[in-house]
DNA sequence: ACAATTGCTTCGAGTAACTCGAAGGTCAAT
DNA sequence: ATTGACCTTCGAGTTACTCGAAGCAATTGT
C-alpha cells in the first residue's frame, strides 16, 4: 500500500511542511518518487514517521532522531546506545507529564476561582481582581 | 522581598535570556529597576511569571498570554473571557497528557525491546533490526 | 588608588522547527 | 485547449528563545 504525502499528513496528524521538513534532513531515507518526482510512501515509511513524531512529541530535537534513526540502520552493534537513549527520553517524558500535571492543576484553581466569581457575580470586594488571583493561586 | 534577575531565573527554572523576552514584551509590567538600570524583581512579579511559565509550558503563545494578562490588569468586566482562555488551557492540557502518556507507551516498548535484545545479546534472528522493532511496536 | 572582576544592561544576530507563498511541472477532465 | 487538482523546489517569514559583544557600575584585590 503506498500514500501521497497529503495522505501521510491526514494519518499521522502532522502538516505536510514537517514532512517534507523531516524527509529534507534525512530522516525519511526510504521514501521513494514516482516519475513525476513526487514522495510515494510505504506502509513502512509510516512507521519510521510514527517514530519520529513520538520522539518530536516528547522534545527530542531532530538532530537526536537523526542520530538515532542513523544507529538503526547501523545494525545491532547500536542497540546498547539506542536502549540508552530511550531510557533517556522515557525518564523526560515521565517528567514532562509529571510537570503538566503540576500546570494543569494551577490552571484547575484558575478555572475555578473564575467561575466562583462569575456564579456570585457582585463586584466581590474592593480588590484588584488581581490580587485576588494571587491568593487564588498561593494557599 | 526583591529579587536580581538570576535569582529569578535559579527560582522559576528558566534562564535570564527568557525573562529579559517576557519583560520586553510586556508581560511583566510591574518590574521595576534599581539606580543602575537594573531589573528589581518582587515577589508579585514572581507570580505573575508564574503564571507565564505556566501557561507557556502548557502550550500558550506569548502573544495569547500577553493578551491574558492585559485582560487581568483591565479589571473584573474580563473575567468571563479569561474563564473561557483557562477553560480552553485546561482541555488542551490534559490532552496533552494524554497524547504524552500514549508516547510514553510506544517507548516503553523500545526500551524493553531493547533490554530484551542485550539481555540474550545472540544476533537472535536473520531479520534485520529494524524489522524487529517494527513488529515489536505493531501488536 | 587603581585595575580587575562581577553582574547587570542593550542590541543585534543566530537557531530550531516549522510554516508559507510563489513559480512551475504533470495529469485528468471538461 | 484550458482548467483544476496535486505535487515539486526554493527562499523567505515566524515563534520563542539563545547567545555574544560592548558597555556601565559597584565591589574586590594588590
Redesign the pocket.
Known sequence: MSY????VAEKMG?????I???HEHGMLPFVQRD?????VFEDSDLEWLNIIVCL?ATGM???RIKHYLDLAQDGDDTVPERYEMMKEQQARTLQEIQDLQQHLSTINFKVDHYAELMENHEPDSFLPSDLQQKTAVNQ
Chains 1, 2 share one sequence.
Open positions: 501521497t504525502i497529503h495522505e502532522i502538516s505536510t511542511y514537517s517534507r521538513y523531516y516519475a513525476n518526482n513526487n514522495r518530536r530535537s531532530v538532530e
